[in-house]
């Protein structure tokens, strides 16, 4: 039986998926002790040592469940299907959760890297640490909710909130991090061990236009609010000042009315910026009232701020 199963989403995009695969299939770590699941809604060639299991959920939640139900391995890996590993992740994988049978969740470090090859990389702990949800803005700072690919956790630790996550759409790995975090312990460990792949294209197409920026960030504000509302199903209370920004970040966003106090505001813990300050937090409250042809001043700075960013990584 092997010991890691590795599950690999796929959904319509498959131009980088081999690559994926190959980065799995080229592991220090022996084959007999990983195996590899894809979990794909399109036809995919055959290869020797890979599992492909056909589905056509579209959203990452469902899909994740469904390979984690047939995976035969005490541990999990993820790999979207642009992302890769380096040679050397399953094997510290292995010897991590070998060792400590109290550690539900191992998070590394990312390597990003874009088409044009410029690199850049995730802050790195002096050394491995542990981290519980006392550790929270550590946590935050080495981005335990972050990048799916970067997190590796145990099967039957997740087992009894798979219903939720299925209902999860876009923020697996926010879901997954938090939900390890505040019911076990986490390692992050102090070296990169797989490459995020940053698409300008896809970003550059995101930004095209500020009307095509703002119907983005819409749609993806109001999924990830629904996401974070079914993390807050799953562990109520304790995530209370994350689920509250994402309520304060839909607010802004969205033309539909929610619900938020600024008691509840106030009481949030932006995930981008753990120590933002109270003036901050207060100025995007009180601008989540604002008509919506004023909203549009915001976004238009956001806009030219998401800008910048993308000269800088190009």
Same mark, same amino acid.
């Not at 199963?5 to 770590?29: C, D, F, H, K, M």
């Not at 020797?48 to 579209?58: A, F, L, T, Y």
């Not at 000042?241 to 813990?269: D, F, G, R």
């Given at each position: 039986?092997?010991?890691?199963?590795?599950?690999?989403?796929?959904?319509?995009?498959?131009?980088?998926?081999? *690559?994926?695969?190959? $980065?799995?299939?080229?592991?220090?770590?022996?084959?007999?002790?990983?195996?590899?699941?894809?979990?794909?809604? &399109?036809?995919?060639?055959?290869?020797?040592?890979?599992?492909?299991?056909?589905?056509?959920?579209?959203?990452?939640?469902?899909?994740?469940?469904?390979?984690?139900?047939?995976?035969?391995?005490?541990?999990?890996?993820?790999?979207?299907?642009?992302?890769?590993?380096?040679?050397?992740?399953?094997?510290?994988?292995?010897?991590?959760?070998?060792?400590?049978?109290?550690?539900?969740?191992?998070?590394?470090?990312?390597?990003?890297?874009? *088409?044009?090859?410029?690199?850049?990389?995730?802050?790195? @702990?002096?050394?491995?640490?542990?981290?519980?949800?006392?550790?929270?803005?550590?946590?935050?700072?080495?981005?335990?909710?972050?990048?799916?690919?970067?997190?590796?956790?145990?099967?039957?630790?997740?087992?009894?909130?798979?219903?939720?996550?299925?209902? &999860?759409?876009?923020?697996?790995?926010?879901?997954?991090?938090?939900?390890?975090?505040?019911?076990?312990?986490?390692?992050?460990?102090?070296? @990169?061990?797989?490459? +995020?792949?940053?698409?300008?294209?896809?970003?550059?197409?995101?930004?095209?236009?500020? +009307?095509?920026?703002?119907?983005?960030? $819409?749609?993806?504000?109001?999924?990830?609010?629904?996401?974070?509302?079914?993390? +807050?199903?799953?562990?109520?209370?304790?995530?209370?000042?994350?689920?509250?920004?994402?309520?304060?970040?839909?607010?802004?966003?969205? !033309?539909?009315?929610?619900?938020?106090?600024?008691?509840?505001?106030?009481?949030?813990?932006?995930?981008?910026?753990?120590?933002?300050?109270?003036? !901050?937090?207060?100025?995007? +409250?009180?601008?989540?009232?604002?008509?919506?042809?004023?909203?549009?001043?915001?976004?238009?700075?956001?806009?030219?701020?998401?800008?910048?960013?993308?000269?800088?990584?190009?």
């Amino acid at each position: 039986m092997p010991y890691i199963s590795v599950i690999i989403p796929v959904y319509n995009r498959t131009q980088y998926v081999g *690559e994926a695969i190959n $980065s799995v299939l080229n592991q220090t770590l022996s084959r007999d002790k990983y195996e590899i699941i894809v979990v794909s809604n &399109v036809d995919l060639p055959e290869r020797e040592g890979v599992r492909i299991i056909k589905s056509n959920e579209r959203w990452q939640g469902p899909k994740f469940a469904q390979g984690i139900e047939e995976a035969k391995g005490e541990i999990i890996s993820i790999l979207d299907d642009d992302d890769l590993f380096l040679p050397n992740k399953l094997e510290v994988v292995y010897k991590v959760f070998k060792e400590n049978e109290k550690v539900g969740l191992f998070k590394n470090p990312i390597k990003w890297a874009n *088409e044009l090859g410029k690199e850049w990389l995730d802050p790195l @702990p002096r050394e491995p640490i542990m981290l519980t949800s006392k550790d929270l803005i550590e946590a935050i700072r080495y981005k335990v909710w972050f990048n799916s690919s970067s997190l590796s956790f145990r099967k039957r630790d997740i087992l009894n909130y798979l219903d939720c996550l299925k209902e &999860v759409k876009l923020i697996i790995d926010a879901f997954i991090g938090f939900l390890f975090l505040f019911t076990s312990k986490a390692v992050v460990w102090n070296q @990169p061990l797989s490459i +995020y792949r940053v698409l300008s294209i896809s970003t550059s197409r995101k930004l095209s236009s500020l +009307y095509q920026y703002i119907e983005h960030e $819409s749609t993806l504000e109001r999924i990830a609010y629904e996401d974070y509302m079914t993390l +807050y199903k799953a562990l109520g209370s304790e995530v209370e000042k994350i689920v509250n920004y994402q309520k304060l970040i839909t607010k802004l966003w969205s !033309k539909e009315p929610i619900k938020l106090s600024l008691k509840e505001a106030l009481n949030s813990l932006p995930l981008d910026d753990p120590k933002a300050s109270k003036l !901050k937090i207060l100025s995007l +409250y009180f601008a989540s009232f604002l008509p919506y042809f004023m909203k549009k001043v915001v976004y238009k700075r956001f806009y030219e701020k998401e800008l910048k960013k993308l000269k800088l990584q190009t």
